[in-house]
């Protein structure tokens, strides 16, 4: 126990009160100094410019999750109904590119969405476009198709894990009952893979809200995310409080959305595995 | 039209299995199998696991595809019929009941699915609910409920589709005896109330003996016997059967006679003579097997009785409703009794000297 206790006050709960007491501090040209002032917050509500980042953000991360969802759910599908050697080669290959680091997996689509990059040749040797695509790069459509690619893997394994605890028995009861193949599929293997479902939401969904590199890389300015901004206060705006005070507030909007939605759709199962 | 396909179409066959084999790679699961099931019937299909019975009913129910031969119920051929598609329903080993859904849901589940109407489905549940006695549990989660209620929700489940024909495939298998002997009476009227054709999976001949009508027989992916419990108890049709039904004395002879009462004459090779039924297709000096029931045979101290086959006690086993005496004969041969625990010989102990005596109407003789 104590030493699971200790981990999680040192490493998990400290720097959080830490973060949340820098939000209060003052700021000024001179840097950042202790104090208890609301002025960060005060900034937040007023200045149109936070507010908005933050709806985008909440906006972007909910769109990439559901476009990992649309992409995962098959491929957790295809994963699970493979068997034996098959499904060891399919897990390796579907697994090995995360084992790169996500910077260089984000970076990899420079080459590929670039002026110069392989799609764009691709279209212009074969006659469809006389000049290059701009807008391939650099815009909110890169940073989703880089969300995904990133955070894929975290809403595929849940899905993929909580398919493969189904009985194939209860396939077969469903036929045997009249169902057919689609009528299965929404009535028994939907609301048993649900779970996973809403684990992978919930991770890809924390990921992206946070997101820094992929917008970093992908995004220009206008796929510019939370994260970006937060980074520039504490990075170059040298503003700490600022930079805590959002950061705080984006926890507080997750969290409250996270208890919102967990009275409608069960996310406390997702944390205690299923059970009551 | 062959006389089997007549009777399908007249509807007295609820399903016919006609010459049925089912190959993986160079094993064959089901091999050259045909029968008929009647409609209304409580049929069993009994064997060693693996002898074929479980394939053979996934392949009525949809689940398997023969790789010869064919299967018709009512009369229509259901190989080309996906599950979903075909008249019956199945009441899975492990139940394979919905976890997601409560009582009420997992039973209407069928009928959800066939797309009768909400206020229909609530009236059929709550009907089979209350044929299998759950109509106070219909709220319940599935996983709030005692083995015996599972048992029940998977036959609603299965019975409120009104299928043609219901598979079982050893649904009791995981339950205690208790449990078991009151689910099959549970079954039994069940199946006579419905007047439904049940066709049930078992490993357990006491339990196919209990509730069919008929019994099939099965071995090695072969059908062994088909028959009445009774003409599979008293008339096995080979080796196999006359083994894996009930306990039996088995001693290899050679057919000496023929009597005009019907009765044969044979001899084992360490000179016990039996007289039994005669065996249809035998020649005069065929071999055969005599085939005795242990509680066939009789056991008496040697001074009460005149006449029989002197032997001596080998080994004596209490059972409790009963008595094994294994016997030495003269001659060498060992024969097994049961005998019933209230009868005079009961107290016959170890090494003691004994006859032994049977009805010849109870010696069956197999001919292979």
């Known amino acids: ?276 | 039209m062959p006389r089997e396909d007549r009777e399908a179409a007249a509807g007295a066959v609820a399903v016919a299995i006609r010459k049925v084999g089912k190959r993986f790679g160079s094993v064959a699961a089901l091999d050259d199998v045909s029968l008929d099931i009647r409609r209304g019937e409580f049929f069993s299909l009994l064997g060693p696991s693996g002898c074929g019975k479980t394939t053979l009913l996934r392949s009525i129910g949809g689940f398997e595809a023969p790789t010869e031969g064919d299967i018709l119920i009512e009369g229509r051929s259901v190989l080309h019929l996906a599950p979903y598609e075909r008249p019956t329903n199945m009441i899975f080993q492990h139940l394979a009941l919905f976890p997601h859904l409560g009582v009420r849901d997992n039973v209407g589940f069928g009928l959800r699915m066939k797309g009768a109407d909400r206020a229909e489905t609530a009236r059929r549940v709550q009907e089979v609910l209350r044929l299998v006695r759950l109509e106070e549990y219909g709220d319940r989660r599935v996983d709030q409920l005692s083995g015996g209620q599972r048992q029940r929700v998977a036959m609603a489940r299965a019975l409120v589709n009104d299928p043609a024909v219901l598979l079982l495939d050893e649904p009791l298998g995981a339950l205690d005896l208790q449990l078991r002997l009151q689910m099959q009476e549970e079954l039994r009227r069940l199946q006579r109330q419905l007047g439904a054709t049940f066709v049930f999976v078992t490993h357990d001949q006491g339990e196919a003996m209990a509730m069919s009508d008929r019994i099939a027989v099965m071995n090695a992916g072969r059908l062994q016997q088909v028959g009445t419990p009774a003409e599979i108890y008293e008339r096995p049709a080979n080796r196999f059967v006359a083994t894996f039904v009930g306990h039996a004395n088995l001693v290899e002879a050679r057919l000496t006679g023929r009597r005009q009462d019907g009765f044969a004459e044979a001899v084992s090779a360490d000179g016990l003579a039996f007289l039994g039924q005669a065996p249809p297709h035998a020649g005069a000096r065929d071999a055969v097997l005599a085939v005795l029931r242990h509680e066939k045979l009789r056991v008496h101290p040697s001074d009460t009785v005149q006449a029989g086959v002197a032997a001596s006690v080998v080994e004596r086993t209490y059972m409790g409703s009963s008595l094994r005496f294994t016997c030495r004969a003269q001659g060498g041969a060992i024969l097994t009794a049961d005998t019933p625990n209230d009868m005079p010989g009961r107290d016959i102990a170890e090494g003691a000297a004994v006859l032994l005596d049977w009805s010849p109407a109870d010696v069956v003789f197999l001919t292979e």
């Open chain 1, 1 to 276: 126990m104590l030493p699971g206790v200790a981990w999680l006050v040192v490493f998990g709960l400290a720097p959080v009160l830490f973060m949340i007491a820098v939000s209060f501090w003052r700021s000024s040209i001179f840097g950042t100094t202790p104090d208890f002032v609301l002025d960060s917050y005060a900034r937040i509500i007023e200045e149109p410019l936070y507010l908005d980042l933050i709806v985008k953000t909440l906006r972007m991360a909910a769109l990439a999750t559901l476009l990992s969802l649309v992409v995962s759910y098959p491929l957790a599908w295809f994963l699970a109904t493979r068997r034996g050697v098959w499904k060891a080669i399919w897990l390796v290959a579907v697994f090995v590119p995360f084992w790169i680091s996500y910077v260089v997996r984000t970076f990899v689509w420079l080459p590929i969405l670039g002026r110069n990059g392989l799609i764009n040749q691709a279209l212009l040797s074969l006659g469809i476009v006389d000049a290059p695509v701009e807008w391939l790069l650099y815009n909110e459509g890169a940073v989703y198709v880089g969300l995904v690619y990133v955070y894929t893997l975290f809403m595929t394994l849940p899905i993929y894990l909580a398919l493969g605890r189904i009985d194939p028995k209860l396939l077969e009861a469903s036929a045997d009952l009249g169902a057919r193949p689609w009528q299965t599929f929404r009535h028994v293997v939907l609301p048993l893979s649900w779970p996973g479902v809403l684990s992978g939401c919930i991770m890809v969904f924390l990921l992206a809200v946070s997101a820094y590199v992929t917008p970093r890389l992908l995004g220009g300015t206008s796929g510019i995310m939370l994260g970006n901004m937060i980074a520039s206060q504490f990075l170059s705006n040298n503003n700490w409080a600022m930079g805590a005070a959002l950061s705080v507030t984006l926890v507080g909007i997750v969290g409250a959305l996270l208890l919102v939605a967990g009275r409608w759709i069960g996310v406390a199962e997702v944390f205690t595995g299923g059970r009551k």
